[in-house]
């Protein structure tokens, strides 16, 4: 499903208009950007969690210059699901 399906979805079963739902989902996104980037933890009760993770430094290979370089220590965006949201998907075959 892509973002302008999901506005769709969204404006049919609340019956709001594509662009105000387009608005609201473009505005949930950049505050959940602007708060990870920030360091915060966004919790959505039931749905999961949007945070941060640590990779650790590392050496890694360049396989086409045959050399080894040094990858530092960075942080990556991370989510995890709540069992609510995870059982369903569990579930599928």
């Not at 399906?5 to 609201?24: C, F, H, Q």
């Not at 950049?30 to 969690?49: D, H, M, P, W």
């Not at 050496?59 to 045959?66: D, E, G, L, P, V």
Request: with cysteine.
């Amino acid at each position: 499903m892509t973002k302008a399906e999901l506005v769709s979805e969204i404006a049919l079963s609340t019956g709001y208009d594509k662009a105000t739902v387009n608005l609201v989902v473009e505005s949930f996104m950049e505050n959940v950007i602007k708060q990870v980037s920030a360091g915060e933890t966004v919790y959505l009760r039931g749905f999961g969690c949007f945070s941060t993770k640590t990779r650790a430094a590392k050496m890694a290979r360049n396989i086409n210059r045959n050399i080894t370089i040094a990858v530092p220590a960075h942080k990556v965006p991370f989510f995890k699901a709540y069992p609510e949201f995870e059982e369903p998907v569990r579930k599928l075959k």
